[in-house]
């Protein structure tokens, strides 16, 4: 639609030179807790992983 490609050759032409410049940008917010819940996922699976591929070696697994 007419209407949108002009709003983001608008953009673009506004922000462009946002992308080249060093040192601008500002750094993203991480939030902690998050994260945190997220290791504490992984964690989980990989000692469920671990367990399973201990215990399928026997019918022929890893």
Same mark, same amino acid.
């Given at each position: 639609? !007419?209407?949108m490609i002009h709003q983001?050759?608008?953009a673009l032409l506004?922000? #462009?030179s946002g992308v080249f410049e060093r040192g601008g940008r500002k750094r993203p917010?991480?939030?902690e807790e998050p994260v945190k819940e997220l290791h504490a996922?992984?964690?989980e699976l990989a000692? #469920?992983?671990s367990f399973l591929e201990r215990k399928?070696? !026997?019918w022929g697994g890893k």
């Open positions: 639609h !007419p209407t983001w050759k608008r506004e922000g #462009a917010e991480i939030y996922k992984i964690g000692v #469920a992983n399928l070696k !026997p």
